[in-house]
């Protein structure tokens, strides 16, 4: 696990605000929080960890369609890392799969959901 990157302090902030009173987050509120800020999937899992130890519940979406992105961006990113050498970024991500960076994103971070 990494430790939160401090330009992603703010963001954290603005969740636990905004989550005082129902003590959960959603991926979507996750991934407008970051906008279109260039993250990696440890950023995003910093960000998760450190909710959850903000006592946050970080819960998936309602609908299949983080699920379908899911499966859209796993392999995209699997075969750019191999062609690239790197993690891929959203940009590049999203061009392959031609979702939304912000739907690349939010896949990214339901992920992490899902592996913990």
């Known amino acids: 696990m990494t430790a939160l ?13 905004d989550s005082e009173g ?3 987050v959603t991926l979507d509120d996750v ?5 279109v800020a260039a993250v990696s999937t440890d950023d995003v899992d910093a ?3 450190a909710l959850e130890k903000a006592g946050r519940a970080v819960v998936g ?3 299949a369609r983080g699920v379908g992105n899911l499966r859209r961006v796993l392999p995209a990113a699997r075969a ?26 939010h896949a990214l971070a ?3 959901v899902m592996g913990r």
């Open 5 to 17: 990157p401090p330009r992603l302090e703010p963001v954290l902030a603005r969740l636990l605000a």
């Open 22 to 24: 129902s003590r959960k």
């Open 31 to 35: 991934g407008e929080a970051i906008g």
């Open 47 to 49: 960000l998760l960890t």
């Open 61 to 63: 979406p309602e609908g």
């Open 80 to 105: 750019l890392a191999a062609s690239l050498g790197r993690a891929p970024t959203p940009a590049e991500l999203a061009q392959k799969t031609g979702l939304s960076e912000d739907d690349v994103r």
């Open 110 to 112: 339901l992920g992490q």
